[in-house]
């Protein structure tokens, strides 16, 4: 039995050839960009996963006085920081002038660890109970009273002792001048002109003469510090390796000035190429990776110099938009592919809208990246040093590709919205779903 096909129904299908024609290319386009949300989805992933989105190159070494070790390299990402320097040691029978922080830990477990030691021991109780003269001076009793408060952990004890000395010593007119330096540029010493740093009295009375590990050698040590340490430390090895740290706590600076106010820095020769050991310094490799704490407490971030707390802001914000960037980006490609299940046009139009949305939060984690980047560069001369390389790594670029992606999809969900309804539609069902819906009882 032949079916009865209308005239009218066969001219009503061809006219609508074409529209359905760039009906079906517009789901192909539509389609091909929710397959690449997915994909991009999985690069920001990986973007935000990776520890190369700034990478700091120092060349063949700048040296960092804070840490006495030579910057080579670092790359960090929004969660990780990884940094590779060469520590410097001289020699045990090289004849060169170290700095006093050269006897110190570095590391902070270790400190801990010295420190608990040290509060057992028997002269550290005595020095805890020694008693005052009453003098206005900081006598040698209140030196050992605040070292031992310090070393046993007895915070309030030692801040007391601490600001005496602070208003005692460090707030008169001679240790003032050991302080205020000027913006110049630090000025570099050879520590293997021993002779010549002596002849010219290079650091005054900061250059010491001490015995360490059975050795005499030249420290500098900062007049200033000289006076907060008690008389013969360098009889307890424990002290001697926490020196540095317990001048850092007492907030005395670790450089000494020159006439002119000018800082100047004992600054070792460059490691060899291929690294190794010299005729004065062995150069020891140091790479060092972690996870960064987003919430920093007030000690330990002290104990960070490559970080403080503005930093920590942009740190803190960069996280929180690409978390942020992750979940609307999940939203957007499951409204894409929804919209194949229900052609509706407003569906379309929240899909492309939620796609701008995310290209935007992902724009925000590059400014405050770059923002970041430009206030470490002014401001935090560890992370940073004069004289370092910047380049992006591939994080950035994957971030840029996640942005682009979301803003073509985007655009492209909005342009192919429009309502087809009734002669503008490809097919009855099509022209159903984009007709108004009228809510009721």
Known sequence: MKRDVSTSTIGRDEARRPLMEAYMFQRRVLLGCSLLMVISLVVWILAIST???IIISGGTGIFIPESRRFFMSSHSGLWRHCRNTIVPNALSNAQVVRNFSSMSYTSQSLINDAKRN????????????????GSDTFSENARRRM??????????????????????????ESS??????????????????????????????????????NTWSYYVIPEVAQQSIFTNWTNYPLV?????????????????????????ILVPPLPPKKGGQTANYSYIPYPRCKYIDMFLNPQTLRNEPGFDEELMDYIRTQASFACITLFVMSLGAVFSFYTFMNPRYMFKRLAGGIHLVAASTALVVLQVLFSSIDYTKENLFYAYPDG??????????????TFVVNILCGLMFLWYSGKKKGAKAPNDEVAMADEPTIMGR
């Open 51 to 53: 520890d190369h989105w």
């Open 240 to 264: 001697v390796r926490l020196l540095g740290t317990y001048i850092r706590d007492i907030g005395i600076p670790a450089f000494v000035l020159n006439e002119d106010r000018v800082i100047m």
């Open 147 to 172: 070292f031992a408060h310090w070393a046993r952990g007895e915070d309030e004890d030692f801040q007391t002792f601490r600001n005496a000395f602070h208003k005692l010593v460090m707030s008169t």
């Open 118 to 133: 040290l509060s057992h021991m028997d002269f550290i109780k005595d020095f805890a109970e020694e008693k005052l003269d």
């Open 176 to 213: 003032q001048r050991e302080f205020n330096a000027t913006a110049t540029k630090p000025i570099p010493i050879d520590p293997l002109d021993v002779k010549g740093i002596i002849a010219r009295n290079t650091f005054g009375s900061a250059l010491q003469r001490v015995k360490y590990n």
């Open 388 to 401: 370092a390389e910047l380049t992006y790594g591939y994080g950035v670029y994957l971030a840029w590709f």
